[in-house]
């Protein structure tokens, strides 16, 4: 009988595409905040966010967000970051065509995602 042999296991770590980044870097031009003040603040210079197929690990997204709600003072700062999103960031599962058609013939949100 043999042994198993022993495989090392890599640490994987949680990352967000760099878009993510740039729409709160565009949202903090609201309260006049430059990029180079938010970035400086975890450690990322501006050319970070240079490559657009680029990743950020979570905890990096994470302490962007704490230090931009931080640096504006607005505690709904997630809020106006929801609203400048475009589903298009997170892919197209669905045409919209398609979505439209099963909006208007479903009773509901859950009826129409489970057609």
Do not use: F
């Amino acid at each position: 009988m043999q042994t198993p042999k022993l495989v090392a296991v890599e640490k994987h770590i949680h990352t967000v595409p760099v878009a993510l980044a740039l729409q709160l870097v565009e949202l903090l031009k609201r309260w006049h905040i430059p990029d180079v003040e938010l970035l400086s603040g975890v450690r990322l210079g501006p050319n970070a966010l240079e490559d657009p197929l680029g990743r950020l690990p979570v905890s990096t997204m994470h302490d962007l967000l704490e230090r931009a709600r931080l640096m504006t003072g607005e505690p709904g700062l997630g809020y106006y970051l929801g609203l400048q999103k475009r589903v298009s960031l997170y892919g197209y599962p669905v045409s919209y065509t398609h979505l439209d058609v099963y909006k208007r013939q479903a009773a509901s949100c859950r009826a129409a995602a489970a057609r």
